[in-house]
């Protein structure tokens, strides 16, 4: 009998790592992302992020293919978004130098979805998580809420993407 039990807190220990393993945002969940500063970017100038009838055509291609990326995320595409940066780094989100200290720095909310894609940095390179508006980590292993997919195309374009960081700030007409 006691082999028996061992046996199975073995095994539900090995399904407990082999989940952790299979979906893990690679930066800490930010608390108090509710107080981050609200900025002004090219996405939130177009109003969100539209479904996948949209004509985005004259977009640049990083912008179409992030539309491509998720616009059948739900019907009639993502919706609002924001972005928000910790207080502390809205300096270097405005510079668009890429010098962020280690951390959660900027969010995009996917205001409608109640999803926060979270960019950070560890050891001055960017990281990325996927959560629920409290705090629930729902990054997968494949897919577009895979932190290989994030790094994929926030590393591509080097044009917009600096450290992570692909928008930057417009001034509000
Ligand atoms: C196909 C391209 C693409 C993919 C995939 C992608 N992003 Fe982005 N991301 C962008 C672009 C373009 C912007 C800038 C939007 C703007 O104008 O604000 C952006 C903005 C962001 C921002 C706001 C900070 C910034 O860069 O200005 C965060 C945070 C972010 N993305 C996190 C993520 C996370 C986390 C994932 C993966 C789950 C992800 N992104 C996947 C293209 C992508």
């Given at each position: 009998m006691n082999r028996l039990l061992s046996a199975l807190v073995f095994f539900l220990f090995i399904v407990l790592i082999a989940n952790h393993a299979a979906a893990s945002s690679d930066v800490a969940f930010?608390?108090?992302?509710?107080?981050w500063s609200s900025v002004n970017t090219p996405l939130t100038e177009i109003g969100g992020l539209p479904g996948?009838?949209?004509?985005?055509?004259?977009?640049p291609p990083i912008y179409q293919e992030t539309v491509a990326t998720?616009?059948?995320?739900r019907e009639g595409g993502p919706g609002k978004v924001a972005v928000l940066v910790n207080p502390y780094v809205l300096n270097v989100y405005e510079a668009h130098n890429g010098k962020y200290p280690d951390g959660a720095n900027v969010i995009l909310h996917l205001k409608d979805m109640k999803v926060l894609f979270v960019l950070g940095h560890k050891g001055g390179v960017a990281v990325y998580g996927v959560f629920t508006e409290?705090?629930?980590?729902?990054?997968?292993?494949?897919?577009?809420?895979a932190t290989k997919t994030c790094v994929n195309c926030h590393t591509a374009y080097k044009a917009f993407c600096v450290n992570g960081q692909c928008g930057r700030i417009v001034k509000k007409r």
């Open positions: 930010p608390k108090d992302w509710k107080k996948c009838n949209a004509d985005v055509s004259t977009l998720y616009c059948s995320a409290t705090g629930g980590d729902i990054a997968t292993k494949n897919g577009p809420l």
